[in-house]
Nanobody, 115 residues
Framework: QVHFVESGGVLVQPGGSLRLSCAPS????????MGWYRQAPGKQRDLVAV???????NYADSVQGRFTISRDNAKNTVYLQMNSLKPEDTAIYYC?????????WGQGTQVTVSS
């Protein structure tokens, strides 16, 4: 069963930037609408950014103006550019489709924002 492989998470200082990447583990002809989710310790997994197959984007209020989601359809890869990072952005970040029927979740990538 196809799942997604997320990468790019590291320890970064407040105010810093990171770019996360997400690609499928197997063959998918064309990625559908995709989203980035995050889950902080003890909290539920929340959707923070969405991009449609046509490139239309939408963001949670908490990341609006700081995060940018994008996709490269030729590479079947989705990205999340994160700027002006805050300690409250610390979480495991996952990607998946926001549709009701989802792919299997991957292991995510840990982003830690701390001085």
């Amino acid at each position: 069963q196809v799942h997604f492989v997320e990468s790019g998470g590291v320890l970064v200082q407040p105010g810093g930037s990171l770019r996360l990447s997400c690609a499928p583990s197997g063959n998918i002809f064309r990625l559908p609408a995709m989203g980035w989710y995050r889950q902080a310790p003890g909290k539920q997994r929340d959707l923070v950014a969405v991009i449609t197959s046509g490139g239309v984007t939408n963001y949670a209020d908490s990341v609006q103006g700081r995060f940018t989601i994008s996709r490269d359809n030729a590479k079947n890869t989705v990205y999340l550019q994160m700027n002006s990072l805050k300690p409250e952005d610390t979480a495991i970040y996952y990607c998946n489709t926001p549709a009701a029927v989802k792919y299997q979740w991957g292991q995510g990538t840990q982003v830690t924002v701390s001085s």
